[in-house]
């Protein structure tokens, strides 16, 4: 029998190649996402100055709230303290523990940083982040990359530093020569005592610094960044890493392998927005490619119903059928997934590069698509394709062969139990997303399981496909058929007879609408919420934005002092987790609370218009204030005590001092800004937000502001405008990001419904040459098919309209509180016109090929 199929292949060519068009496309998309999965779940970071040390302690920025069960990343880069320092001296198998401190540092030439500084829009509010690309650290801890001197000798007393090459060129300094360093949010002048060259790539500058330097300028005394540990002589790895994550305890981690760039890159640890996009989109291309491929597959093996039922006639069992049908699937299957491989690598490679160049995901994890994600993407196409085939001629197999011939030409709209069974299975889980959207989640998240409603009911319907396309036929046929004529009533008979058939193309089609309907509004409606709450929030006129280390206390008073300025408050952003008392809601998302830092007696003109109770102008010391509707839900009022999980994984306990309104969805906390500052990397506010006095010019304050800005290196200023141009071009980079997924999707949508459309109108040869005969024209076959070809795009749009609002209600309700999504009417014509085209195209080009020859030749049988 596999000879036999091997033959059909070779003389079926139209099935063929659009059974081989949907494998490829299903097993590549599922590729693809597997090399998203795989990249979030390996989750690799080499080491970089790190390199040398096999074995990285670190502190354990994984959080767990009371009584939770899903582990938390924090916002900061957590330290470790004299506790584990002393642990792992202690630990048998250490050769030695090299200590890292590292804090901001940059070299400052003519006044302005040597080394360039991106700055991002990350979290709530107006937060804007400086990537910390320049470093201080001790120079016992060079050895760890390693850093060799090239000239000079290694800082033993204050005022030493050693500078690394690329530092030292973009300064233009030589050993003996004097540097300006800006550290900890001053200015101070170093003498060079050498230059080091690193032995590997070493994306930050590193200036090294004697002991005495790095006390002083430790953002918190008496902790580290990370211990490199060197094993003794012959100590397996792994054994040692066992001891020292027995030895540490929780507060720290062991790193190895590829995980050690955790500790210098602590932003890497923060993937949770690329393990959403990364399952949604898998999610996406499962449910996608899996329903085209086997729609494409059963519309492929109904063709060839006459063809079978001969076999059987002339004395095929049906197992030796059942075998011939297996043979031809594993092959085309197994060939088209290897030849999807590369292609899927490529496609897979460069989405993630947009996932990370939008923001989504941090930069340097490094990409993987290894044999795993490969095999299993095989393994589903396969098994797909098997069940596809089996389920498709499995009537053909077991059906008398007298009936097997009858129904090849009428065939039936008959469903097993087991399809009604998984289909109201889907639309169980339909319903189940919608509740969790409603209730369960909260922020950004919400649009995960939102997103899952559309394609899950799209699936159940489609599963009952011949049913409800035999009753939308019959609905809808009636209404067209006056605007049609002859071709309108032949159409219509045609689609009665072949309601089976005209599900297979009817179903992608409405996953085309629902999906990118759904999504595209998803989107839309994400970015409009998120940019009113922005610009709500967004009450400063001007900011001035720090260089890498930070503000000192002076600088907030010097602002003031500037002619014009109503209110200056310093500003800091991090997130965290509210501990005691318990939220009985959970925790606000995998993020955690936004927390922002401000000034007292600015907050109520920088960062919240208005109080419910209490007064921002009490926010200081360990202080806080919250939003009213969380104040109420955890039981608390102005005078009680609340316990705060920060950022740098430390605890503080505040008095609650104000609550304040605050849009849906939107909630964040609000700590004195000197507090949260020194739970961050610089430990000092970043940021200074001002507000004009009511009337005056903020041209001249913005003039006023740049001439202090010229006396702190590094700095800047922004307005209004410019931040929420940033910061929506921030959420449209990101959802630049949703948009490719959603175009992915409709793309092999797209593929499916033209080789459905393409396969089933090529295997009507023979009926149109026999309507020709009869005394039909071109002109009227190709009205007939026009007919068929509106019917099927007018009921898959009809469907996917009816399922998209299962998605987009609840989703909306959750962000904005009311029922409409937000976003342009001309993208959901846009959608539906294209549906409809690739519908019509897809059926009438495969009809013109057809009538090209003659009427006798196209009578005869294939």
Not at 94 to 107: C, E, H, T, Y
Not at 129 to 135: G, H, I, R
Not at 448 to 474: D, E, H, Q, R, Y
Not at 517 to 546: F, I, K, M, R
């Amino acid at each position: 029998m596999f000879k036999l199929a091997m033959r059909s292949l070779r003389h079926r060519w139209g099935g063929f190649v659009a059974t081989f068009i949907a494998m490829f496309f299903c097993a590549g998309l599922l590729m693809a996402a597997g090399g998203l999965v795989q990249t979030s779940a390996e989750h690799a970071v080499p080491a970089q100055r790190l390199a040398a040390a096999p074995i990285v302690v670190a502190g354990n920025s994984n959080y767990n709230l009371p009584g939770g069960q899903t582990p938390y990343t924090l916002a900061e880069q957590v330290r470790v303290g004299q506790d584990v320092v002393d642990a792992v001296g202690k630990t048998p198998g250490v050769a030695k523990a090299i200590q890292d401190v590292s804090f901001p540092a940059v070299v400052l030439k003519d006044g302005k940083p040597v080394s360039a500084s991106s700055q991002e829009f990350r979290g709530h509010g107006s937060r804007v982040e400086t990537d910390m690309t320049s470093l201080g650290h001790g120079w016992t801890s060079a050895e760890l990359t390693p850093y060799t001197l090239v000239s000079g000798t290694e800082p033993t007393a204050a005022g030493q530093v050693v500078l690394d090459t690329t530092t030292a060129s973009l300064a233009g300094v030589q050993v003996g020569q004097s540097v300006t360093v800006e550290v900890h949010g001053g200015q101070q002048t170093f003498t060079v005592s050498g230059i080091a060259r690193a032995s590997g790539t070493v994306s930050q500058a590193a200036l090294f610094f004697g002991p005495a330097d790095v006390q002083k300028f430790n953002t918190e005394p008496g902790t580290l960044n990370a211990i490199g540990v060197i094993p003794a002589a012959g100590q397996d790895v792994a054994a040692l890493s066992d001891k020292l994550t027995a030895a540490v305890g929780p507060s720290a981690i062991v790193l190895t392998g590829d995980h050690r760039g955790y500790a210098e890159f602590p932003d890497t640890l923060k993937v949770t927005d690329l393990t959403v996009t990364s399952a949604v989109f898998t999610l996406l291309a499962i449910m996608a490619g899996l329903f085209g491929a086997s729609s494409t597959l059963a519309l492929a093996y109904q063709q060839r119903g006459r063809e079978m039922a001969l076999l059987r006639a002339i004395g095929t069992t049906p197992r030796q059928l059942r075998r011939m049908i297996r043979g031809e699937t594993i092959t085309l299957s197994l060939l088209a997934s290897v030849v999807a491989i590369v292609p899927a690598y490529f496609a897979s490679e460069w989405l993630y590069d947009e996932i990370v160049s939008s923001g989504i995901a941090p930069e340097g994890i490094v990409f993987h698509l290894g044999p795993a994600p490969i095999v299993i993407a095989m393994l589903i196409a396969l098994l797909t394709s098997i069940g596809a085939a089996r389920i498709a001629g499995r009537r053909a197999a077991v059906t008398k062969p007298t009936a097997a011939l009858q129904e090849a030409e009428n065939q039936p709209v008959r469903m097993g139990w087991g399809r009604v069974i998984m289909a109201w299975v889907f639309i169980a889980v339909a319903a189940l997303m919608s509740f969790v959207t409603l209730t369960a989640v909260t922020g950004p998240l919400t649009a995960t399981p939102a997103a899952l409603i559309s394609i899950c009911l799209a699936v159940g319907l489609g599963l009952l496909g011949p049913a409800i396309a035999k009753l939308m036929t019959a609905i809808i046929a009636p209404l067209l058929r006056p605007f049609a004529g002859l071709a309108g009533y032949l159409g219509s008979l045609n689609a009665r007879q072949r309601a089976t058939r005209m599900a297979a193309v009817i179903t992608p089609v409405m996953l085309l609408t629902a999906i990118a309907t759904a999504n595209l509004y998803l989107v839309t409606t994400e970015q409009d919420v998120s940019t009113a709450a922005y610009t709500d929030d967004l009450h400063a006129d001007l900011v001035l934005q720090s260089g890498a280390t930070g503000f000192t206390p002076d600088v907030l008073a010097k602002v003031r002092q500037l002619p014009n300025v109503d209110a200056a408050s310093e500003f800091v952003a991090s997130t965290g987790f509210v501990e005691k008392p318990t939220d009985p809601l959970g925790g606000k998302d995998l993020d955690g609370w936004p927390i922002q830092g401000v000034t007292a007696d600015a907050a109520s003109k920088i960062g919240v218009s208005s109080t419910i109770s209490g007064d921002l102008r009490n926010l200081t010391g360990n202080t806080v204030a919250l939003t009213d509707t969380y104040a109420k839900r955890i039981g608390r009022t102005i005078g009680d005590t609340i316990t705060l999980r920060l950022g740098d994984r430390s605890t503080v306990d505040v008095k609650l001092v104000a609550t304040f309104p605050t849009r849906p969805s939107f909630d964040k906390i609000l700590l004195p800004a000197d507090l949260l500052a020194a739970h961050t990397l610089p430990g000092l506010p970043i940021q200074i937000l001002v507000r004009a006095t009511a009337g005056a010019d903020v041209a001249q304050l913005r003039t006023a502001l740049a001439a202090l800005s010229q006396t702190l290196p590094g700095s800047t200023i922004s307005d209004r405008s410019t931040l929420a141009t940033a910061y929506a071009g921030h959420l449209q980079s990101q959802a630049l990001v949703s948009y490719l997924i959603v175009a992915m999707i409709a793309g092999y949508t797209t593929i499916t419904i033209v080789n459905n459309l393409a396969l089933s109108t090529t295997r009507r040869r023979k009926e149109f040459g026999l309507q020709r005969l009869t005394g039909s024209t071109r002109g009227q076959i190709l009205g007939m098919m026009a007919f068929e070809g509106t019917l099927v795009a007018v009921i898959g749009i009809i469907l996917g309209v009816i399922v998209t609002p299962s998605t987009l209600i609840p989703f909306s309700l959750s962000r904005t509180g009311n029922a409409i999504p937000t976003g342009p009417l001309w993208m959901f014509f846009a959608v539906v016109a294209y549906a409809a085209v690739v519908a019509l195209l897809a059926t009438l080009v495969p009809t013109w090929f057809r009538l090209r020859g003659r009427p006798l030749e196209a009578a005869v049988p294939e």
